[in-house]
Each structure stands twice: as structure tokens, then as C-alpha cells.
Nanobody, 124 residues
Framework: QVQLVESGGGSVQAGGSLRLSCSVS????????MAWFRQAPGKEREGVAM????????YYADSVKGRFTISQDHAKNTLYLQMNSLKPEDTAMYYC?????????????????WGQGTQVTVSS
């Protein structure tokens, strides 16, 4: 059974940092697209960062570019999201997602497997 389990969320003040982890089981990530999405209350789920080809290519939403870094540890089969210079508008539930294909797209429907989410709250 394929599972994605996120961890690392929490509450921080603006300007702080958090590192989210997504542990993958039952599924070996090689060149497939992996992503982090987030959803704030009353808003649609939006893509934050993606990678494919084993992490060779990375993609970021404009709102997080320069502040967030997505990475992958193949040995641990784990995806990470390092979040620096956090802002109150980054507050949301963050989800890890995996696609069964190598190409990436900024569409939630593109992804086949989802984690349960981890909450990030940034106070001003």
C-alpha cells in the first residue's frame, strides 16, 4: 500500500523557518514528479514546489521562490520542503503529492497519491 506521511509542521513567527518531510512507503520514487501543495481555509489547493527526474529539475510558485527549497533523499525515500523567511500568508495545511508520471504540472488533479497534510501557522 502506497503511503505519503508528512511531518514537520508547526507554529512559528514571521521570518522563521520550518522543514517539512514526506516519508514515502510502498512506492519507490525515481523520476516521477513529486510536489508540495498547500491549502488555506476558504482557498483552493495551490502548488508550492515540485521536482522530477530525481530532483534534477525543480519548480517553484512565484510566491515562495527564493524562500522555499524542495529536495529529495533517495536513500530515505523522503521528500523535503525547507521553508525560510516565513510569512503569515504562508499559513496553510501543506500536502505532499506524488504523480505516476515524470512530467510535472501545477494541477492537483495531476497527482495520484496524497498525504494527510501537516499544518503550518505563521504569526506576525
Amino acid at each position: 500500500q502506497v503511503q505519503l506521511v508528512e511531518s514537520g509542521g508547526g507554529s512559528v513567527q514571521a521570518g522563521g523557518s520550518l522543514r517539512l518531510s514526506c516519508s514515502v512507503s510502498g512506492y519507490t520514487v525515481n523520476s516521477q514528479c513529486m510536489a508540495w501543495f498547500r491549502q488555506a481555509p476558504g482557498k483552493e489547493r495551490e502548488g508550492v514546489a515540485m521536482l522530477n527526474n530525481g530532483g534534477v529539475f525543480t519548480y517553484y510558485a512565484d510566491s515562495v521562490k527564493g524562500r522555499f527549497t524542495i529536495s529529495q533523499d533517495h536513500a530515505k525515500n523522503t521528500l523535503y520542503l525547507q521553508m525560510n523567511s516565513l510569512k503569515p500568508e504562508d499559513t496553510a495545511m501543506y500536502y505532499c503529492a506524488a504523480a505516476r508520471r515524470g512530467l510535472c504540472a501545477w494541477l492537483a488533479s495531476w497527482f495520484d497519491i496524497w498525504g494527510q497534510g501537516t499544518q503550518v501557522t505563521v504569526s506576525s
